[in-house]
């Protein structure tokens, strides 16, 4: 298979990330993506390629335009203002609040455009989030144009990002992007299957109320975890997209057997629906010595998970989304990799 890689996600470098008591260096940092790439060169999964550039109409198939425009001038704006640093928001507009008159300040615009303070801008984060998106685009038509499968090395992540709205590290929501963009070079039906430790709250939003993208999503309890605010059983998708939303919502301390078993249940659900394409949001933040997740898979579960998905036997790409622990992640994404090519 061969693997989307871009330099630029390197850019995105040194923000610090605000956790329940303190701010600390990010845990999204380049690295994650340097081993990933170093595992995939290793384990002589394929060829490494570079992403074409692409132009931002397919993100504005997804994103609000005024959201996908305002982006890019985030870091000019935050340095045009005398501040310096990340560029973090602190203030958000919630229940009670009008969510709908956007100030004219960049560190209240930056609350406008999230619902937390974890998509952070620094100098070159959106070169980042371009290349993730031109990375995810062509991914896609490698796909498109009769691979198997292919891998998009995304950094930043893009899960958490909705129709309008950035957080989680996510600014772009590069799965649904491609989603997207499959169907509208003629694919009818795609399913999204976020294995990603965290919900996938922004792929949900923005497919809710649509039959033509199935989004199933494993992921931690948001009554007990991020981003708490979505995610649980009983959001099943609305009007013509009732039932094509499935949340498998899992405990701390899930391990492979009960987490298997809703893979096993996501699976059935996927053939059913029976896509064109079929796009995993690949996280292994699932992994047991992950710093910030809940879950208890080891790295011999991987394999299994990208066998598993193989078995379907549908085009498949996969994007990169979570996983933290560094050393390891190479491992166990790669190994997602390997597992569905069965050696
Ligand atoms: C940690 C509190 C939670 C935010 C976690 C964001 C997770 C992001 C992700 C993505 F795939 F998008 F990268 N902080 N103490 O893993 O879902
Ligand atoms: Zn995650």
């Known amino acids: 298979m061969k693997t989307v890689y871009s330099p630029l996600h390197a850019g995105h470098a040194g923000q610090m990330e605000l956790v329940t008591s303190a701010i600390v260096p990010g845990f999204e940092k380049p690295s994650r993506a340097e081993f990933i790439r170093a595992r995939v060169e290793s384990e002589k999964l394929g060829p490494i390629i570079r992403p074409l550039e692409h132009d931002l109409a397919a993100a504005k198939r997804i994103h609000k335009s005024d959201y996908i425009d305002f982006l890019p001038t985030v870091w000019p704006q935050w340095v045009a203002s005398g501040h310096e640093g990340t560029a973090m928001p602190f203030t958000w507009p919630t229940r009670g609040l009008r969510g709908d008159v956007p100030p004219k300040r960049i560190d209240a615009l930056l609350g406008y455009y999230s619902f937390d303070a974890g998509a952070t801008f620094v100098e070159g984060t959106w070169a980042a989030i371009k290349s993730s998106y031109?990375?995810?685009?062509?991914?896609?038509?490698?796909?498109?144009?009769?691979?198997?499968?292919?891998?998009?090395?995304?950094?930043?992540?893009?899960?958490?990002?909705?129709?309008?709205?950035?957080?989680?590290?996510?600014?772009?929501?590069?799965a649904a992007v491609a989603a997207q963009w499959f169907l509208d070079q003629g694919a009818k039906r795609i399913s999204i299957l976020d294995v990603d430790y965290h919900h996938g709250n922004g792929t949900q939003e923005i497919f809710y109320d649509r039959a033509d993208v199935q989004v199933l999503n494993l992921h931690g309890d948001p009554m007990v975890e991020y981003p708490f605010f979505l995610g649980h059983a009983d959001e099943r998708g609305t009007g013509a997209g009732e039932g094509f939303n499935i949340n498998y919502p899992m405990p701390f301390g899930t391990g492979w057997d009960a987490w298997n078993a809703s893979l096993e249940d996501a699976c059935a659900r996927l053939t059913a629906y029976a896509p064109d394409i079929v796009i995993v949001s690949l996280g292994v933040d699932t992994f047991e010595k992950d710093p910030i997740s809940q879950f208890k898979l080891t790295s011999p579960d991987y394999p299994k998970i990208g066998r598993r998905i193989a078995r379907l036997g549908l085009p498949t790409l996969f994007v990169m989304e979570g996983g933290y622990a560094v050393e390891e992640i190479g491992i166990n994404a790669v190994g997602v990799l390997t597992g569905f090519e069965d050696r």
């Open 134 to 174: 031109d990375v995810a685009l062509t991914a896609a038509g490698l796909v498109k144009g009769g691979e198997r499968s292919a891998f998009a090395l995304c950094r930043p992540p893009g899960h958490h990002a909705g129709a309008g709205f950035m957080g989680g590290y996510c600014y772009v929501n590069n």
